[in-house]
């Protein structure tokens, strides 16, 4: 059966692309670590591979690549966002897919490639079947047959035996650190959350929107989350968004690589009040800055 073969530097990838013949289907996944939808598309990937059987040539080859590692490679297929699948032949990329999506992933794979000789026995995640309850009743318990209560209107009393140990509170600690965050974010007018810095970026969306702000003539401050743990963790909270890099313009969130290049799309002007010549950019106020924070041209 085929698998998912990791490349782990530029000269392994260019050497695999050259060894397939032309009529070969290649599948690219770009991943990171730290994504947990990309362990999905693993899962998905190594059991569409099983799936078809080894041939010379072979109809299709499955490789993985960490976007972050090989930022090179990355940028030349335009990755801004992970999980992300580009199936490509003879040099042409054929067609893209981002994000898990189990169906729309085997769905681009076989329309490329065919489908493989046990397509029926991919064990995909099947779909679950529900039966709406009624009269208040739960599922039957097989071992007695009875239905049990209906608890949903329930609600315990001062007597009832506790359930679960009573927790420290930590909201003062939140508090503070909520405090801190926003302080940070509105210590520039544009302010860059990323991992590194813009002269040593330590992933490959970093360093591609340090381009873009470059590119822009943007002044930013920046702040590398991998020098506090806390900052890093505490900021996926507060704004509810989970990966680095993270764009922050009047103190308001943007969002990551792929936010911005659609933001840039739609908007070609959007940075301009910002731009080193409108006198927007740079260090706020000295009394609004953090000490973490630093300022970018």
């Not at 690549?65 to 992970?82: F, G, H, K």
């Not at 208040?136 to 315990?156: H, W």
């Not at 302010?191 to 330590?202: A, I, N, R, V």
Request: hydrophobic share 35%.
């Amino acid at each position: 059966m085929s698998t998912v073969t990791e490349i782990t530097n530029d000269s392994s990838f260019h050497s695999h692309i050259s060894s397939l013949p032309p009529t070969t289907t290649l599948a690219i996944s770009f991943h990171t670590p730290w994504a947990a939808p990309c362990a999905q598309m693993r899962t998905i990937l190594s059991t569409l591979a099983s799936s078809y059987p080894p041939q010379t040539p072979p109809t299709i080859s499955f490789i993985s690549v960490n976007a972050e590692d090989l930022p090179d490679i990355s940028e030349s297929y335009d990755v801004t966002a992970v999980p992300f699948l580009v199936l490509q032949r003879d040099g042409k990329v054929l067609e893209t897919v981002s994000g898990s999506d189990a169906g729309k992933v085997r769905d681009a794979v076989e329309r490329h490639a065919g489908k493989s000789g046990n397509t029926g026995k991919l064990g995909l995640p099947p779909v679950l079947d529900a039966t709406p309850r009624e009269n208040g009743e739960t599922n039957r318990n097989g071992g007695s047959g009875g239905v049990s209560k209906d608890l949903s209107g329930y609600a315990p009393g001062a007597n009832d035996a506790k359930t679960a140990p009573e927790m420290s509170s930590k909201e003062g600690d939140t508090e503070e650190l909520n405090k801190r965050l926003e302080e940070l974010v509105k210590a520039a007018p544009v302010m860059l959350f990323m991992k590194g810095t813009p002269s040593t970026p330590q992933c490959g969306f970093s360093r591609q929107l340090v381009g873009l702000l470059r590119e822009n003539g943007v002044r930013y401050g920046f702040f590398n989350i991998l020098a506090d743990e806390e900052v890093r963790q505490g900021l996926k909270a507060w704004a509810d968004w989970p990966t680095f890099p993270q764009l922050w313009v009047g103190g308001e969130l943007v969002g990551g690589l792929d936010i911005v290049k659609e933001e840039l799309d739609s908007d070609p002007d959007f940075f301009k009040e910002y731009s080193a010549g409108k006198g927007k950019g740079g260090m706020a106020a000295p009394d609004a800055q953090s000490t973490a924070a630093t300022a970018s041209a």
